[in-house]
């Protein structure tokens, strides 16, 4: 078993609150991505079981969510907004700034697992762009400055 | 208040215009149906008669007046007064449109791909005259990792490819899966561009319906290896037959090529009225076994101890002769016969003709399953079993009961037709039998009762019943009959609550229309005279059969047929009496049936057997007694299609000609009588059981017709006696016999058979093989845990008759003391564990270590 007892108990509860079960399967998702960090077959089958849906109508959904990672990633996930606000902003200088900071590219994690670096889609937030999502927060009207301090205080974080 | 309850009410009707034609329809018509059934055709992909509608392809474009856009006609309700052109500039222009976008990602590959010819794709692109695009990116490809094919197929099932690049993502066959056969191992992954289909992860789509999802894919995205590069569809020819594995008889299509007389593959002839367009993997694939490499290709005969290839005349001679051997020093008393009732109505016929006229015996049967039948003749079930059913009632039912069924590998067609009715009405469904079944899951609620306690589940109904409705006409005479006659104790013996029985039992007095489906568990129990009689009551009692319809379902393609034609020792007065009056007579004696006759062969009392098609020898109970009973016969001839146990015991061994060979009627469970016309020649030099009868009349000098027309015409005479018997005309005794049990046996044995076989012939067809290959014990997790065992591992199951080994599957549907094991496989014999006499049959199983 990947899920523990608080996340089944809690998937179990949500899925109670709707009058379909498979509603409960969204929530669950969110559930089981806050404890492991991220998602996999066989995550899947134990939301389906804890539930009782459809394996594969938890994976389908799962998958239609670019915003849950599928793989391991570093303990802060940094998802750059690249659509179009954000990119007339400079959201491409800045995933360059990033990368090199980092000394990684797009898609990859540092070697102290401490960040992965990918880009996304329009995360709603245009009027502040560019911007950024690190696991659950918003980074806003970014600067290189910025991104300076907001790294140092996650790795003092870490 | 309204007096009647069967009148409908009135549905609404709308008119509207398409394409100037004025079109009137019911209200809730879709504009897409609207124009089709006014033969306006409009093109379309993700729609599917018998799906909800989804609007996710757009082909099916319709300009409608007062409406600023385009409108999808699957998805829009006709309305009254609705103007609507299918064919103008705009939706011509909209049309191909969609459609390049549709290709914008597709491979156009169709010189190597196998739809090619049959594909809604290619027709309709090539209707538009798009040869171009205005696309100039990559197409997105998916490549298969590892497999170095150009045609990036992924193989996702035992008979599926499945071809990402083709895929135009209508979502048909995934819809099919889910909604209409409450399946869950295909699906739709990622989104956008990314978006594919693909099985369920680390699964294989291998549902008892699967080849469906090929059939209706409208692209060459799913493909299956029984057809794909075998051969291109124009250069086939088609014939319209039934599926004989099945007692609905859903109606196919054979594709086959008449130079190389060879079928290449099934698909449905979709008949409203039966099956809606599906059909089982069993149905689609079981054709293969015509053209196995096994077919039994000449008559083989008995010479010293061995069984060597003889001509027919020489065959058909030595029957006749020892026949009348027999039949000389013995009487023909010690003749018997058996017929399997999945043959057409001629040879089932001309089999009961020659035994009764020209060996004059009346020992013949056609009923042989993996129970044994009860020793003393049926009453109150043949009442049960001979009434009228009708499929399609199914759909417009308010309550749907399944007593003692495993639907879905009993009656699959019928499984789906109550999803249907759920996905599209609001109807009550139970689903009650002694262990957990699959098909519950179109079910309200699942009880389940103790092993052997049918007929006191449904004492326990009558009394629950009596106590909701205490008016109900003749209470007290029924309690005087029947034992438990208290609701709580009848309640404790089946383990349904006395509160669920009466909720039940309200169902049951309030329904508008019943369905009411007796299965397996009931029509092969060995108390099954029992259990119909407490059934008997419970329709006197509540009147199921005046609101709606309640049969002990036939199992066979032609049970029915067989019936009719009086099959058995006993037949109906009315089917006797015809035949006396055709015959000019009919045998004195009374006569055995299979069980009956089984007895007397043990006892040295019956020396002779014609065996038509059946192989009692590896189906019929207690596998060693019935070997030991065949061997003591002087005589034996079996007709069949392939070597079996049984035939291996015979004298003479007939190659039997298979449904596809010859034209052939069968009478389905409604007693729909339907034809299967001749897709190809006899191989080999099989025959038709009927043409095989003839010859060893003719041989006996008592030919059997003077012609195909005089055996038709009696054929008829036969089936229009109504074989309906009446109900009773007073409640029935139903005093449950005690169920034995010894605490060393602790778990209950279900046999049947595996959704993709059926009886001991579909071992034959090499598609149905690669689903499953042999025998394996079903249990459910709680036994996995409790023995430690996984997937895969062996376990020895032993009953007091016998043991076998087999590997395990741990089960999605059983919970408890249960397992299943199926039938249908020639290296492990399920019978083997079956007592002839034993109501229920209790094994204890082992881990076999190593
Ligand atoms: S595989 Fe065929 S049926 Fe399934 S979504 Fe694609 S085109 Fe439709
Ligand atoms: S474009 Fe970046 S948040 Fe919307
Ligand atoms: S057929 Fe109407 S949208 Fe696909």
Redesign the interface.
Known sequence: MILNKESVALMQKKASQYPRRKSGILPALTIAYRQVGHLN?QI?REIAKAINV????V??AA??Y?MFPKQPTGKYLIQVCHNISCALLGADSLVEYLEQKLGIKKGETTKDNLFTLISVECLGSCATAPMMQINMDYYENLTRAKVDKILEELRAKA | MSTSTTTQPAVKMVTLTINDQSVTVPKGTTVLQAALGAGIHIPTFCWHPKLKSVGACRICYVEIEKMPKLQVSCATEATDGMVVKTESDIVKRGRKAVLEFILANHPLDCPTCDKGGECDLQNLTFAHGLDDSRFDFLKRRHIVPGVPSTFDDLRIGPEIMLNRNRCILCYKCVRSN?EAFGE????????GNAMEINA????QVANPFSGNLVEICPVGALTNSDWRYKIRVWLTQTTPSIDIFNSSGSNILFYKEDHKNRIFRTISRRNDEIDDGWITDVARYGYQLVHSPDRLQKPLMKKGSKQVPVEWEEAVAFVARRLAEIDDTKGCVCIGGLASPTLDLDSLHSFSKFMRKVIGTNNLDFRIDYRSLPEKPDSAFSTLSSQPFTIAEIDTSDVIFVFGSDLVKEHPNEYLRIRKARNFGRPLVYSVNSFNVKSADVADREFIYAPGTEEVFINGLCLAAIEENPGLSGADGLKRKISPADLNSAAKTCGVSAEDLKALARTLINGKKISFIVGDQVSLSRDREVIAAALCNLNRLVGITSRGQMAALARYADSIGAEKLGLIPNPHPDVKRALTDLWGGFPEMAGYHTEGMFSQMLKGELDAMVILGANPVAMYPDHEAVAETFEKLDFLVVADLFETETTAMADVVLPLASWTEFAGRYVNLEGRIQKAERAIKPLYESKPAYAILADIAAAARKPLFSSAREREEEIEKVLACTTVRPWPGDYLDVRPPAIDKDPAYPIMLIIGDDPHHRCYVTEKAASLVKFCSDAYIELSPELAEKFKVEDGDAVRVESKYGKLMAPVKVSRVLEGDVVFLPRNFSVTRANSLVSRKARIDWVRINKVSG
């Open positions: 077959d899947y459809p394996y594969v109508e994976a389908e998958t239609f670019t | 889910k869950y191992d295909i699906g739709a992954f990622e989104r369920a992860p680390g699964e």
